[in-house]
């Protein structure tokens, strides 16, 4: 679904680096969402946001920070850049109607080497 | 804390062959299910969510509260169907995992020609 885009795709980065993964969309929802995706762990939540003034933990948020720019952004931060944060990290939204059906991105790949 | 168990990381079958992905969860209330399916090159998308109880590219969910259960089942498993399965959970309003989704491990599913 085009809707919900996700930049970069790709990145590789270094131990310590603060790195930016930007989420956008036009599915005028209120609701978005970061996982990450690891292999034999599935999808962990990071971080959550109702709406632009709401700002949630989710399972996985130690070592992340969020900043819901306007309602359709939601940027995830990795403040300094561990090799264990390797992983698949989606974006995902929510109409707040549509309970648990969920419009997910893309996907960035982030390598932290 | 709620969970969501997928106790089988891979499955094969061939093509024609009834297939189940097994998903169980732990929830202390009446929790909503899901399964979301990655297809390949494709984004994590909706298969199907137990109240809306329909059939869904010949897939099929039944809940079952006493046993914890929401397994995925087709009868007639096709090539195409080859993807990765993942069992999903929201918990009931008011609660504090309403609004997002608990994710089990993912199984990948192949169907052999």
């Known amino acids: 679904d085009a809707d919900v885009t996700q930049t970069p795709r790709n990145r590789i980065t270094k131990t310590g680096k603060r790195i930016m993964l930007e989420c956008s969309q036009t599915k005028g929802h209120d609701r978005m969402y970061w996982y990450r995706q690891d292999p034999g762990l599935g999808l962990q939540l990071i971080y959550y946001s109702f709406d632009v003034k709401d700002i949630n933990k989710g399972e996985i948020s130690d070592g992340y920070s969020v900043s819901r720019q306007a309602q359709a952004k939601f940027s995830l931060s990795l403040e300094s850049a561990i090799p264990n944060q390797t992983a698949l990290y989606f974006c995902?939204?929510?109409?707040?109607?549509?309970?648990?059906?969920?419009?997910f991105g893309p996907g960035t790949r982030l390598t932290v080497l | 804390a709620q969970r969501v168990t997928q106790p089988e990381k891979l499955l094969s079958v061939f093509k024609g062959a009834p297939v189940e992905l097994k998903c169980n969860y732990s929830?202390?209330?009446?929790?909503?299910l899901f399964w979301y399916v990655q297809y390949s090159r494709q984004r994590l998308q909706l298969l199907l969510r137990h109240i809306s109880r329909e059939s869904i590219k010949g897939f099929t969910a039944d809940l079952n509260k006493g046993e914890t259960s929401f397994h995925l089942k087709k009868p007639f498993a096709q090539e195409e169907d080859s993807a990765m399965y993942y069992c999903?959970?929201?918990?009931?309003?008011?609660?504090?995992?309403?609004?997002?989704?608990?994710f089990g491990q993912g199984t990948i599913l192949t169907v052999h020609p």
């Open positions: 995902a939204t929510s109409d707040l109607l549509g309970t648990g059906v969920l419009y």
């Open positions: 929830y202390s209330g009446s929790p909503e």
């Open positions: 999903a959970l929201e918990g009931e309003a008011g609660g504090t995992s309403y609004g997002k989704l608990t």
